[in-house]
């Protein structure tokens, strides 16, 4: 349907940092999956509900209007495998707990903890996720089914290539015409992969014209093993192998040397910020005011909710700008705008939808949330941009729209059940622990 929103505080996010006017009071309509007007002036507002008599108005009064949050890199699945192991290392954490749980799963498995992922993705003000896992197929039916946009990463691994083969082919016959999903290749690391099985997904990506998406020197130990094999660090290997030759998404970049920076830098790869994800598990903290100094192109992402433990965007953009704070001992890097460009605008450049997702303008799609501040952890109103980042939760955002289509509603998910969603994946998860 046509939908009006009206009276609220627009952020169109396509705004350069150092200009003084980030948002403004005025109207938004939406025409059939797209942005059809953005305006300040009321006049605008009038014409298009003259010409759209039974749209659907939306009172934004006392609310912030916004593009959708892009979550990066996660493994929205994983959602049913939350608190089965935390505390530990990460190669411990996958080796002893969560590859071994991970080995009994089933596609109706992946189903519903993708469903609940989703759930609390949407809740949370986030429209589009980039998704990397096993039986990615159904991570694709839960998208599709509850309504949020998804690029989906069918995960190769040595010991996982047959079901790999299996899976990027059936989410290109099932969702080539999705107007919510799309495919990128998901070479899962390079300590996971044959050189053999790394040019499969290179070749692949060429043929079918998608990115890769790949974790990259997550910890020390990544890339120690690498210097060890190979005489040099995961970023030069994967270079040397051709990987960058193709839109690369780099999920993590902990342990970076400045010759990695470069190589990324001069190949347009994308970096995802996983901040919470590595605290968590101890794996460092990445170098990303060294990133975006070198104009690499930096995004967020919340990584699974088994090593996060939650899928909260706000949380993550947050604390991705606290967290370079503390490090570098510099409070001006990573100010509130540039933290909030990293979930949205930048996400979108990272997935290939610059201009088109990420912001408000006339002719983007209508991936949009909107923001309660009438609330007392936001008050008083002196900088709207340093209340988001630095004071919003996920309990605030009210409404989402993905695609044109309203999702969520005065904080209710019109798509989902959400206490079956709950229960069917306590149901699951109970009893895969118990096999």
């Not at 996720?129 to 949020?148: Q, R, S, T, W």
């Amino acid at each position: 349907m046509d939908i009006l929103i009206e009276n609220g505080i627009l952020i169109p996010m396509n705004i350069a940092c150092h200009e003084s006017t980030l948002y403004f009071k005025g109207y938004l309509g939406i025409e059939n999956e797209r942005i059809s007007f953005i305006s300040h002036d009321k006049k605008d507002a009038d014409e298009f509900v003259a010409l759209h008599s039974d749209c659907y108005r939306i009172d934004a009064t006392g609310k912030i209007v916004m593009p959708g949050f892009i979550n990066t890199h996660t493994h929205v699945a994983m959602a049913l495998l939350r608190g089965i192991s935390d505390d530990v290392p990460l190669m411990e954490w996958l080796e002893q707990h969560i590859w071994p749980v991970e080995s009994k799963m089933e596609y109706r498995d992946v189903l519903v903890g993708a469903r609940l992922g989703i759930l609390e993705m949407l809740l949370g003000g986030t429209t589009a996720f980039v998704d990397m896992y096993p039986f990615e197929e159904a991570v694709a039916e839960a998208a599709e089914g509850v309504g949020i946009r998804a690029v989906v990463s069918p995960c190769l691994m040595d010991f996982k290539m047959e079901h790999f083969e299996n899976d990027w082919q059936q989410i290109i016959k099932r969702f080539s015409n999705s107007r919510l999903v799309t495919i990128m290749m998901g070479p899962h690391a390079v300590y996971t992969l044959s050189e053999q099985n790394l040019q499969r997904s290179i070749t692949l990506s060429k043929e079918l014209g998608t990115g890769n998406h790949i974790h990259l020197s997550e910890t020390a130990v990544e890339v120690e093993n690498a210097h060890k094999k190979y005489g040099m660090t995961p970023t030069e290997y994967l270079e040397k192998a051709g990987l960058f030759k193709t839109p690369t998404l780099a999920a993590h970049c902990v342990v970076m040397s400045e010759r990695d920076i470069e190589i990324l830098s001069r190949h347009n790869v994308s970096v995802v910020h996983n901040p919470q994800s590595n605290m968590k598990l101890g794996s460092g903290i990445a170098p990303v005011k060294r990133f975006l100094d070198a104009g690499i192109n930096v995004s967020i992402g919340t990584d699974g909710a088994s090593s996060n433990n939650d899928l909260d965007m706000w949380e993550e953009m947050r604390t991705a700008s606290l967290l370079q704070k503390a490090v570098t001992g510099d409070p001006s890097v990573i100010p509130a705008y540039t933290a909030l460009q990293m979930a949205t605008v930048n996400g979108a450049q990272a997935i290939g939808r610059k201009g088109e997702l990420g912001v408000l303008s006339r002719g983007a799609l209508a991936d949009i949330q909107l923001v309660n501040i009438e609330k007392p952890h936001l008050y008083p109103h002196t900088n709207l941009i340093s209340e988001l980042v630095y004071s919003t939760h996920s309990s605030d955002v009210e409404t989402v729209i993905v695609n044109g289509t309203i999702v969520v509603e005065n904080r209710k998910c019109l798509s989902v059940d959400e206490r079956e969603a709950c229960l069917t994946a306590q149901r699951h998860i109970d009893n895969l622990l118990s096999k």
